[in-house]
């Protein structure tokens, strides 16, 4: 079963029902719960990276509360989102997952490694940071600066936003936008701007909150990302790693927030062989 012809589920969480989609359903490793980007619902999911996990491990991205096909309104803080995918992966009657955290979902699933430890094994964090991280709360700009470039070229703000603005950042773009793409049936509801905007206000919050103690975290972490990300500066990559005790990083150099899209191949196996330590 590829991405782009799963089958869409859904599950009521608290009153609410929550979609998602699963790969992977008869590979015997621990679940990946996937947390996504601002903006991203589950159709932005990179199918190279959801099957090349799926090919050992059932791994699960889901439309967060407000976003995509799932009902309600989006939280204005990651401790409310963090409130929600807890519930969610709760409901699936799983008692122990590992976090695969991109962007805005790093941010989410370091708020359930530190309030639900015993929910995690594993976590991979890619082109994320810790709350309080440098340029963390000025996203906002560099989002709506690329916004405003995307719709007057007539491309995906992404295209500029994810990926460096040079021949290797733009073919990388090219391929993961077609990606993106391949579903052309059942695909969910596009993303509406108030909750773009609840998830911009999220984001602000959390880089002007207080640092958390991550020294407290004892699960093995895997941090990545590229060397020149934009959106969640590359400092922060850093910094997750001397902050977490058991953690590593990898670093892919001439990349943006977008490094695991353009790095898929090498990403996908060296996140594999994490996961299997």
Same mark, same amino acid.
């Given at each position: ?10 599950? &009521? ?10 790969? %992977?359903?008869? $590979?015997?490793?621990?679940? =990946? ?22 090919? !050992? ?6 439309? /967060?509360?407000? =976003?995509? @096909?799932?009902? %309600? ?15 969610? =992966? *709760? ?34 964090? +890619? ?10 709360? $000025?996203?906002?700009?560099? #989002? ?11 491309? &995906? ?28 049936? /059942?695909?969910?509801?596009?993303? *509406? ?21 991550? @020294? ?7 941090? #990545? ?15 997750? *790693?001397?902050?977490? $005790? ?18 898929? !191949? ?6 594999? !062989?994490?996961? +299997?330590?």
């Amino acid at each position: 079963m590829s991405l782009k012809n799963v089958k869409t589920q859904s599950i &009521n969480v608290g009153g609410t029902d929550f979609y998602y989609r699963k790969l %992977g359903e008869d $590979k015997p490793g621990l679940p =990946i719960i996937f947390l996504n980007h601002l903006t991203a619902t589950m159709d932005d999911c990179d199918p190279k990276i959801m099957e090349g996990f799926a090919s !050992e491990h059932p791994i699960i991205c889901f439309d /967060n509360r407000g =976003i995509g @096909s799932t009902g %309600g309104v989006t939280p204005k803080n990651v401790a409310e989102m963090a409130t929600d995918a807890i519930a969610f =992966i *709760k409901a699936l009657g799983y008692q122990k997952v590992d976090l695969f955290g991109f962007s805005l979902g790093g941010f989410i699933s370091q708020e359930i490694l530190l309030r639900e430890p015993q929910l995690v094994r594993k976590v991979i964090l +890619a082109g994320t940071g810790p709350a309080g991280g440098a340029g963390i709360s $000025k996203m906002t700009p560099v #989002v709506i600066k690329d916004v405003i470039k995307g719709n007057f070229t007539f491309r &995906n703000p992404k295209f500029y936003l994810f990926f460096n603005s040079n021949a290797d950042g733009h073919k990388a773009a090219k391929s993961y936008l077609k990606r993106i793409k391949e579903r052309k049936e /059942n695909r969910g509801e596009k993303l *509406k701007m108030k909750h773009l905007t609840h998830q911009l206000e999220a984001i602000k919050a959390y880089g002007l909150q207080a640092p958390q103690d991550l @020294s407290v975290i004892t699960q093995a972490v895997l941090v #990545v990302n590229g060397d020149n990300d934009k959106m969640v500066p590359s400092s922060n990559s850093y910094e997750l *790693k001397n902050r977490i $005790k058991n953690s590593e990083i990898i670093i892919y150099k001439d990349a943006g927030h977008g490094s695991i899209f353009q790095n898929h !191949e090498d990403f996908v196996k060296k996140a594999l !062989e994490f996961l +299997a330590k």
